[in-house]
């Protein structure tokens, strides 16, 4: 395309006056412009022209009543006018419907079927250890201005690198934690309601839509239930301890015992008891078997003394004395 019919067409565009035709012929300029990165070598006159254009439909005449003002913005419009040529389009061209090149995402699925755990290394070398039967997705490539996670179910474990791009991990309840670089774990669970975030090292910063924002830093978690929020303290190889092929658990409510169960073995677990209640200690090697875990909790238990009963990879717990 020549410079003059670009010039025309953008600003025929500007004016909401251009044919489908005419918009074809832009976006197929944009989607070049896009693949060489370069705009049109305008001259110093096609440019002043442009310029002049422009600041006849930002400030129309009469303009002698703010004549020093019109003065000092017709000098910030020689700076910022020729960045309008693309800057403007560009916005009508997304707002329209047609996503440019750069902003797409290729997601990666990472899911975690076996009861071990699994190392995986992040596009920027951070770290992530997803536990045992835990999902997670991530970009093939990070984006220049962030690093997006998403972890749909299960728990996982990141250690982040510097970087000007803020990391980001959202959950399927909408949960945000967003650091530079620290280490910290996510757990979430869909049918258990619950997500929780605990801080090893460094800052993070949590948000959902609804609460206020929060800021963890070293040994404290933040967990979020359907009707309940709650901020502790946790020692910090407390919050590594899964990652080191142990099981370890203090002063747990019912629910916080259902959901370790449940991440480390990969089952679903229901109940009709109040899930709050419950005041559970255990420090036990991760290799145990879900039956030995099983027997071990209903000894221990009390206030209500628990029974489970297992149904086709799912555990109902029940008290005792039902």
Known sequence: MDKGTLLLLLEKFRQGVCSPEEEALLYKWMDALEADDTLPALSANEMAQYKRNMQHHIWPAPISRYRRIGLKLTRVAAVIIPLAVTGYFAQRYVSRGHQLPHTTIVWQTVTNNSGQLKKITLPDQSVAIAGPYSTIQFPAHFPDDA???????????????????????????????????????????????????????GKVQVAREGATTAVLGPSQRLTFREQSIEKDSVATADILAWTN???????????????????????TATTTLDVNQGNYNLHIPASMTLQEVLEV???????????????????HVESKHQ
Request: no cysteine; charged share 20%; hydrophobic share 40%.
């Open 147 to 201: 690093r997006p996670i998403k972890i749909t179910e299960g728990k996982a474990f990141f250690d982040v690198v510097k970087d000007t791009r803020p990391f980001s991990v959202v959950d399927n309840s909408g949960v945000r934690t967003t650091v530079l670089g620290t280490s910290f774990t996510i757990e979430a669970s869909n049918n258990l309601h619950i997500s929780r975030i605990a801080v090893a090292t």
């Open 245 to 267: 092929g142990k099981i370890v658990l203090r002063n747990a409510t019912l629910q916080e015992l259902l959901l370790t169960i449940q991440h480390q073995y990969g089952i």
């Open 297 to 315: 909790v209903e000894r221990i238990s009390y206030k209500p003394k628990i029974h489970f009963t297992m149904d086709k990879g799912q555990v």
